[in-house]
Structures are given as structure tokens and as C-alpha cells.
């Protein structure tokens, strides 16, 4: 029987519903809504499509944004100056620094000079810690989609094996510890794993992220395992121009064996902005609690 699909866009839009009502019941009780900064240096054409993208969902669900596009020879002095004009302005809740930057830019520095309290990327080392821990932080939100999408199956998570395919400090290691956290027995594997596809057919839950084309076909999957496809990798064009995508999965082969199953596209990709308009909201009643 061929695996249920689990629908990122679907789920998504369930996301921004929830995120939407919030908003609502936020500006009633403090007068303002939400705000979030976003950040770009340079022209980046991914990266502009991505800010395009932030600003139109926050106008959709009535966050109030401010959108920063700097000149690709913007300095680190003057970049950290705008962060740190946001970190003080109480109307932004969430600061976001657009990645990749320049490379003259030192990104490791940028990040950390982002208020913790309005990371709602999650990249600053004071939430990693704080996260690491089980302290209250901000999680990236890419793994945050992936939590909702397993959540939506209805699998138990609590006791079940899971394999991480990718270390990465966006997806890889931060969906393992949320795995973890959920009382998951947790392997990570990488590049210089011995018997990929053996480790990966013990999982019950998969979590593909490490972005070559297909690269987990059948021999990786273990009968009625929940599969989690990150990757989003380009094999070519259409006639009509338009990209053709793939999966770390080979799908057509996966789908057969696999309970449940994320598509590329429309799995995980729509997830990353819902949520982090959901973490926006976060910050925001965050704000206002410790604000007292």
C-alpha cells in the first residue's frame, strides 16, 4: 500500500490560520501587532525571492514588517548597526539577518550581534545553548515545519527510532535534538557514516537532509517508516523555463514502502516561513510578558 502524503502546504496554511487569530487577539490586547525585521545585503536572486516571500505572508497575516535591502558593499560596522537599532526599537519583535551574505561579511560575528530575544531564526550561540539545554529559546525554523509535519501524522514519536541524514546547524542537528526532546532515540549520520542504508532502515522516522538529488532510494527505508524529504535540489529545466526539483528521496520508490511520505515541492518547503511567522508571534507575546 503506497505511503500517505503529508502535505507541507496544507499544513502551512493551517499554520498561518493559527498564527493569523493571534495576531488578532495580540493587536486587541496591546494596541500594535507583531513586528519583524528582515535584513538583506547584496542581491542574492534566491534571497530576494525568500524577503519577497517573508514580507507578503507578514502583510497576509497583519505582522507589521520593516525590510532592510543593503548594498553589497555594505560594511560589518554599519551592518551591526542596523541590528542593533532593532534590537532597541520596540515595535520590531523579530530581527532577521537574510543568509548567505556577502563574503566579506562575517556571518558568525552578524549573528551574534542579533538581541536573543528577537532570534526567531534561532542562530544566535545563547539560543543554541539555551535550546541544548531545554531552556525556553528560539528553534530554526525549518525543523520547527518538520516537527509539525511528523506531529500531523499521528505517529507517536516517544520510543521510536530516528535517523538524521545531515549535521548541518540549520536542519540536521537541531531536528535531532527536537527529535530527542520528544523522547526519540536519535542517530545522526553524515558523509563518513559506515552502512548508510543499513543505519537508515532501522529508522521508524527518516529525516533527509543533505542535499544530493536522490540520493535515499529504497535499500534506505524500512517498511511503514515516516519519511521527511528536506532537500530541494535542481536537476533542470522544463521547456517552459521552469526549475525541475527532486528530493534527497527518490519518491516514486520511497512512497511504496514508506507510511507516510513528504513531497518535493510542497512538503517541507512551505513550512519554513509559516513557521517563522509563528515564531514572530512568539516573540512578541514574549516581549510583552517579560516586559511585565
Given at each position: ?232 535540489n535542481e536537476v533542470g ?20 514502502i514508506a507510511s507516510y ?32
Open positions: 500500500m503506497a505511503a500517505s502524503i503529508i502535505s507541507g502546504r496544507v499544513v502551512a496554511k493551517e499554520v498561518r490560520e493559527e498564527v493569523a487569530g493571534e495576531v488578532e487577539k495580540f493587536k486587541k490586547a496591546n494596541g500594535y501587532p507583531p513586528g519583524l525585521a528582515v535584513i538583506i545585503v547584496g542581491d542574492d536572486p534566491a534571497s530576494r525571492v525568500y524577503v519577497s516571500s517573508k514580507k507578503r505572508m507578514c502583510e497576509n497575516l497583519g505582522i507589521y514588517s520593516e525590510e532592510y535591502a543593503m548594498p553589497e558593499s555594505t560594511g560589518q560596522e554599519e551592518l551591526i548597526e542596523t541590528i542593533e537599532k532593532l534590537n532597541k526599537d520596540e515595535k520590531i519583535h523579530g530581527v532577521l539577518v537574510q543568509l548567505p551574505l556577502p563574503e566579506h561579511l562575517d556571518e558568525g560575528e552578524v549573528l551574534e550581534s542579533i538581541d536573543p530575544r528577537k532570534d526567531v531564526d534561532g542562530f544566535h550561540p545563547i539560543s543554541v545553548g539555551n535550546f541544548v539545554v531545554g531552556k525556553e529559546a528560539f528553534v530554526p525554523c525549518t525543523p520547527l515545519g518538520i516537527m509539525r509535519l511528523i506531529e500531523k501524522t499521528g505517529v507517536e514519536i516517544k520510543g521510536k527510532r530516528a535517523v538524521v541524514i545531515g549535521r548541518s546547524n540549520i536542519v540536521g542537528k537541531p531536528v535531532a535534538m527536537l527529535l530527542l526532546a520528544q523522547h526519540a532515540t536519535v542517530t545522526i549520520c553524515h558523509s563518513r557514516t559506515q552502512d548508510l542504508p543499513g543505519v537508515c532502515k532501522e529508522a521508524d522516522i527518516l529525516v533527509a537532509a543533505v542535499g544530493r538529488p536522490e540520493m535515499v532510494d529504497a535499500t534506505y527505508i524500512k517498511p511503514g517508516a515516516v519519511v521527511i524529504d528536506v532537500g530541494v529545466k522544463r521547456e517552459d523555463g521552469k526549475r525541475i526539483l527532486v528530493g534527497d528521496v527518490k519518491f516514486d520508490e520511497a512512497k511504496e511520505i513528504t513531497p518535493v515541492p510542497g512538503g517541507v518547503g512551505p513550512m519554513t516561513i509559516a513557521m517563522l511567522m509563528r515564531s514572530t508571534m512568539d516573540a512578541a507575546w514574549r516581549a510583552v510578558r517579560d516586559k511585565g
